[in-house]
């Protein structure tokens, strides 16, 4: 019995890390429409949440116990992705003069998932602080694509994000590459802390061949 059992635990243990991995590599975005308002609609229970809670090591200046992290969710529909991000952050902070040294959210899209090592023409990098300033980069961003509302919470912020899509089709089934990246000044009036779903570098906003997948459901 027992030497029968042993080897079934082993075959137990492999499937549940492997379960445990993929679940950093994929995310899943739920249809819907919500109101960019900050406010948490019902819809959004429905949709699972990934995690932000890798720290750059390399770029790490504080207790990585500290570093700002988030949970993050998604909805599409036809023209938009939506993102909504409970962002635990104890000391925010815009004083930095750069937008991504800023207490700020970053998703990152590589739209036509060719995980590219540079970014095509339709990859971009949107970002908000905080406050609710937006940026972004890259050579598919365009200002007029992102609305946001952010608020703030005892732990930190929320952020709800609407990207507007039109050069991918946004239906059940589609994937699409992604990383989702948390910016942390912490007390210095500059970048403390990164952290991020996926890759564990500071690579997103340049080259999209370690990006995770968001897969349409
Ligand atoms: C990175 C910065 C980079 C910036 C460029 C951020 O995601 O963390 O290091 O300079 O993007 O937009
Ligand atoms: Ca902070």
Known sequence: MTRLLFPLLLVAAAISVEAAESKTDVAQAIQGTPEIDGKIDDAWKKAPAVHVNKPITDLLAIDPK??????????YDDEHLYALWIVKDSALSADSSDDWAQDSVELVLDKNHQGSTFYEDEDAQYRVNFEGKLSGQGAGYDAGDLKAATVKTDIGYIVEMAIRIDNTELKTGAKLGLELQVNDDHDSGSRDAIAKWHHTEDDSWEDTSN??????K
């Open 66 to 75: 500290e570093i700002a992290t988030a949970a993050v969710q998604f909805m």
């Open 211 to 216: 990006f995770g997948t968001l897969e349409l």
